[in-house]
C-alpha cells in the first residue's frame, strides 16, 4: 500500500464523522514531495468517490526577489501573507471557491494564470507554511514529512538547480541559510 492510499484510507475513516470539508496539511522541508503527496491523495481519494482538490501555501508567499529584499527565506513565517492563507482556509470551511495565483518555483514568483479550487469534501492544504498559527485550528489531520539531513540537503541541492535555475555553488550556499531558517 503506499503513503498516499494509507493517508486517503486514513482521511476516509475520520471523514466519515466529520462534517466537511476535511481539512488536511501536508507540511515538511521544500521538495520533500509534498505537493506530489497532496496531488496522489487528492486522486486517490477522487478514486475511492470522494470529492478532493489540493492548494500549496507557495501561493499566498511573496515573490523571491521581495524576499531577497527583505533578507527573509521563505521559511520565515513574514514570507507568506498569513491574512490571504487564513481567508482562503476560511472560505474553504464556508465551501466558498477560491481561487488563486500558484507561486512558480522556476521563476519565483506568482503565475499571471489563476487557479480556482471549488468546495470539496476533503481539502489537503500544503506547503511549507501548511502548519501556520493562523490555519492551525482547521485542520482535521496532519502530516510532517522529513528526512535525515543529508537526504534534505541532496533533495533541496537538486531542486535549486533544476526547480530554481541555481548552480551547484549557490544551491548549496542557499540550503546552509534555508537550513538554519528551518530549524528555527
Known amino acids: 500500500m503506499t503513503i498516499a492510499r494509507t493517508l486517503a484510507s486514513r482521511i476516509a475513516a475520520i471523514h466519515a464523522a466529520t462534517p466537511p470539508p476535511f481539512l488536511v496539511a501536508i507540511c515538511g522541508w521544500a521538495d520533500t514531495g509534498k505537493s506530489t503527496l497532496a496531488h496522489e491523495v487528492r486522486n486517490t481519494l477522487r478514486s475511492m468517490g470522494m470529492s478532493a482538490d489540493w492548494i500549496s501555501t507557495d501561493a499566498f508567499m511573496k515573490d523571491r526577489a521581495e524576499r ?5 527565506s521563505g521559511y520565515d513565517p513574514l514570507s507568506i501573507d498569513a491574512a490571504a492563507l487564513s481567508d482562503a482556509v476560511c472560505r474553504f470551511i464556508e465551501r466558498e471557491n477560491v481561487t488563486y495565483h500558484p507561486y512558480d518555483n522556476r521563476t519565483g514568483s506568482k503565475s499571471p494564470i489563476p487557479k480556482t479550487v471549488h468546495p470539496q469534501s476533503v481539502i489537503v492544504v500544503e ?4 502548519f501556520h498559527p493562523s490555519i492551525s485550528r ?11 539531513e543529508p537526504i534534505l540537503r541532496a533533495m533541496r541541492a537538486r531542486a535549486n538547480i533544476d526547480k530554481r535555475g541555481m ?17 528555527r
Do not use: K, P, T
Request: hydrophobic share 50%; net charge negative; no cysteine.
Open 127 to 130: 506547503g511549507i507554511h501548511a
Open 138 to 148: 482547521a485542520h482535521h489531520l496532519r502530516v510532517f514529512i522529513d528526512a535525515d
Open 68 to 72: 531577497n529584499r527583505l533578507g527573509i
Open 167 to 183: 548552480d551547484a555553488a549557490e544551491a548549496a550556499m542557499r540550503i546552509d541559510l534555508e537550513l538554519e531558517d528551518y530549524r
